[in-house]
């Protein structure tokens, strides 16, 4: 199977990895550009594009997806033995980062597929992970869309849902996500090429949406409800990280964990920091911080 795959972090590296072990290696890739990462500022290539080169598959780096990626992308794939577009079967994208041109999503003869990890038409958008876990949802998935040039609006090629644990952070249910949607496009990748799945539109009028993920999203108020307060905690805990200020420094909570409050019967469960790491400092006992 001829097929580009578009992707950039970890979770795209790993949806590869899967690919790979079932015998489906792309024929280009395509990824972010290097960027500085860190205090130091140091150009770092993305994981997508380490996998790349350790498998010796070519890449681009496009900035934009753009006319002059147009012509890059044409002048690239006759190199990698994709003579003719009438050759392309598939793009798969998996966490690329960039909004897709429409000329771009149909090229290839049977479309572009992406794995979003919500149950569409519900939280479409860059952070339907996070955004589940924040709203305590206790249920989420994994969708395999058709792409449209409108936002996560394709119909849909296969779905498979799951529950979400009660004290589940966003780093535990992304790798499981990873690993259920590219064994799910695995599993639907034959007879989706032959025209065996029948493509089921959304229910647009159902549609919800989530927004990109700012670190100023991590401030925690820590009167609300403690409840609320868990679920940022759990959602925001490898990035942003949920923080407070304490005589103008920025505390970030590190661990914490939702219990009963004996003393509160309305709200009935308490948010309770255990570890926190204060601006300049090492990790520390909550109660040890407000003690010096």
């Known amino acids: 199977m001829n097929f580009v795959f578009f992707g950039t972090p970890q979770i795209a590296t790993d949806t590869l990895e899967i690919l790979k072990k079932n015998g489906y290696l792309p024929s280009l890739i395509v990824t972010a550009p290097d960027k500085p990462v860190g205090r130091k500022q140091i150009i770092t290539p993305p994981p997508v594009k380490v996998w790349a080169e350790k498998n010796k598959i070519p890449i681009l780096q496009p900035e934009k997806l753009d006319s002059d990626f147009k012509l890059e992308i044409g002048n690239c794939l006759p190199c990698v033995a994709l003579a003719k577009w009438g050759k392309l079967e598939i793009f798969i994208v998996v966490a690329y980062g960039k909004i897709f041109p429409e000329w771009l999503i149909n090229l290839p003869g049977h479309g572009t597929l992406n794995i979003h990890y ?18 305590g949802e206790t249920e989420t998935g994994v969708t395999i869309q058709k792409m449209v040039y409108k936002l996560d609006a394709g119909p849909i090629v296969a779905q498979e849902k799951i529950a979400i644990g009660k004290d589940e952070k966003t780093p535990e249910l992304m790798e499981r996500l990873t690993k259920i ?59 942003p990280r949920t923080f407070f200020f304490h ?14 409050d004996p003393f509160d019967k309305v709200q009935s469960k308490k948010f309770t920091i255990k570890k926190v790491l204060p601006e300049g400092k090492k990790e520390t006992l909550f109660t040890n911080y407000f003690q010096n």
């Not at 569409?120 to 589940?132: E, H, I």
């Not at 005589?247 to 009963?260: C, G, P, Q, S, Y």
């Open 181 to 239: 949607g590219s064994d799910l496009l695995v599993k639907i990748l034959p007879d989706y090429i032959e025209g065996k799945i029948k493509l089921q539109e959304q229910n647009h009028v159902e549609a919800t949406f989530c927004k990109k993920i700012v670190k100023e999203d991590g401030l925690i108020d820590l009167n609300n409800d403690g409840a609320k307060n868990y679920n940022k905690f759990r959602a925001y805990t490898s990035w």
């Open 247 to 260: 005589n103008n420094k920025r505390i970030i909570i590190t661990n914490a964990v939702l219990e009963d």
């Open 118 to 135: 919500s149950l569409l038409p519900k939280y479409r958008g860059a952070a339907p992970v996070q955004s589940a876990i924040l709203n």
